[in-house]
């Protein structure tokens, strides 16, 4: 499933369960690797110089800088580069999520693997008014599915024996379910079906009482059996499960319980402003307090 | 060992001179520029020789009637004194009044008819890119209406052809001489760039095309090149809203860049071959009209100067050509754009006027009108419209490291704008002044935002129902 992998990394620590799980995950499908890292902002107008994300010092970016750049990577993941050899890095200066997209959509990765990107170092730090977040940037427009790792994840835990798919049934989570469900066919997994009732007081307007919500809960598992075990053919290894309360929390939780390897679901949100995005959106919520990759789909792929 | 002393022996005969009085027309050349960082270019330069010869040739043959006049002129009564920024940011330093910036310099030159040393000609570059941003604000002041900012543009001609230009500026024009573009953007990158912002975007504005070389569209649409580079979606979304507001419209591929470093780098040859490219598209392409980008420098190069540089008598370019700002307010007034009122910006924003295109065009209503559609409380810079000072960076000012010091003083003047404003949101429909106020930001922390007028349309925009996606379906909770 995983031919291509794209590990976008800002390069510092926050990374490590991020590289940990693309290097591994590449090695196991034997994947070609791509180790993607924009170095900085370009700034100065058209001028030659960059603000290092890392640093936030001014950078002059010439090839002696794009190589010691790209040396410094290499060196951080030399240990366990040792054993895969299809693999390239490549590093430019540039708006990172923009870069990754571009990157992406060039070598037609199927896959990105990436940190929450949310503790940004110094120079990242600067222009995040500016640009948004990048996991947001990428989650939202990339055309392949983006697992963000913000958490250590133990190499058994990479066979993605338990998928947790969580569906809202928009549009956007069909092309999720259709990820979740390819890879529980490939790894021979438990597919989980999950959805939660909206609940949030304000949201779903009405406050709910015991009985309805009962009664919602039922229409949604059969919800769930139309849209999505009606496309399952022989397929069997699956479990439905509907909770309410506030989604994000609710399939935390569901994952926790678990012991999920890997929770599956579509990112849209709309919230452009990026502090606002990274409290509003349920697919940062989720990230954040996840103890297993998380993959977000948007696409049909 | 052995093979360090080696290399070190065969560089001087290999290596070719960074300084030179031609443009950068080749990679490699380019390339080493790039590599170099301006050191080894400003140490070569002080020991590069003006060749008086050819510099009186190149005063006769374009030192006309106009500047000699200007020159001989001025009264020296100070009066363009405090109209121009780095006087002001300066503490008054008289070396910043403009006249006596202009006299030290091209003054000079004229008066000795091009017998000046090398010293000489990099004082005249200091003068002419570090302390002018070409922003004619102090012509406007002076009772014979003499424009520092036009003589420095052509002092800066005159470095040019002499090799005495800043670092940044040659590789600018080298750009413009290779790829037709300010930066290393081909043609196939940006048809590429527009196949990818499309996909990316079809799915929520179904229908969505950018139309790369259709003849007979109503509008051809010309970008800055940052913005395939860096910022694609503002390519995306210039393409929603023309999409939206229902034009024909269309991109070319040969011709798709409108910029212009050669003119701030003061590279005749290369503003005439950079701006008849975009004529040529237009002609090629025969389309109704022409919509820049936002971009202030742009503008100036493609419609106010760049008919003279191609050498076209009616002074216009092939078909009228409009700035971004032009295009939004006729589709807003029109009604071809929509916007929803109760997503009007709430919080108090101010506007930068660039020069360019309000000094320098007479863009003045255009903007103040698409404000009383975006914003609640607008409130005005001081001064303001064809009065306002340029936001520091212009000119080229912003990209020049040499520079970067005396640019940041300079933007001191439009920080204290921007202050006595009292708001904290600057709408500014400019690349360079966007830049320059964000370094404003970055180097002076005054907590302000800004932002070009394309997302904020975006945000306020309706979509006719017709265009909205089929299936809005957002959640179970219906
Ligand atoms: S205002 Fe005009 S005349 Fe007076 S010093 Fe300045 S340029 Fe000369
Ligand atoms: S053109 Fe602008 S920057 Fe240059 S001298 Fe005149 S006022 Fe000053
Ligand atoms: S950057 Fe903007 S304000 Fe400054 S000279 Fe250019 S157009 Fe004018």
Redesign the pocket.
Known sequence: MFKKILFATTSSAICNDASNAAIELAKKHNSKLYIFHALGFPTRGFGSHVVDFKTGEHEYYSPEYVSRIKGEIEKTYAAQLKELDNYTIETLAGVPHTEILRLARKEEVDLIVMGPHTKEDKGALLYRSMLGSTMQGVTQKARCPVMIVSCPVPKEKLEFKNIVFGTDFSKLSDAAFIFAYDLAKERGSMLYLFHALDITPGIGAAIFGQNEIDKCLYGIKDRIKETYVSKMEGFDNYNIRTWEGIPYMEIVKFARRKEADLIVMAHHSKEKDPDKAIIGSTMEQVVMRANCPVVSVNRQV | MAEEAKTQEEKPQDKRPLVSRVPVKDKEMLDLLLADRGVTYYEEMKKFPVDTEAFKKTLDASCKSRIRTWLKI???????ADTCFFYLANDRDPKQV??YKIQSTLGEIVKRNGDVDTDFMINCMDTAWGKCTCCNR?GM????G?D?GVMFGYTRGLCFSQGFVPHEMKIGSGMHWIFNAQMDVTVEDYVETCEWMVEENEEYYPGLTIPVDKVGADIMYVVNAREPKHYPQDLAVAAILFHLAGESWTVPSKGWEGTSLAMFAGDWACCKQQVENVYAAMERLKVKRYVGTECGHQHRATITEGPYWAGRKSGDPPVPGLHYVEWVLEALETGKLKLDPAKKIKEPCTLQDPCNYVRNHGLTDVTRKIMSYIAEDFREMSPNREHNFCCGGGGGMNGIGRYRKERNIGLKVKRDQILATGTKFVVSACHNCWDAIRDLEEVYKIGIKWSFLKPILLEMVIVPDHLKPKEEEEGANE
């Open positions: 001025c009264a020296h009564c100070g009066m363009c403009p006249s102090c002041y002076c009772p014979h003499i520092m």
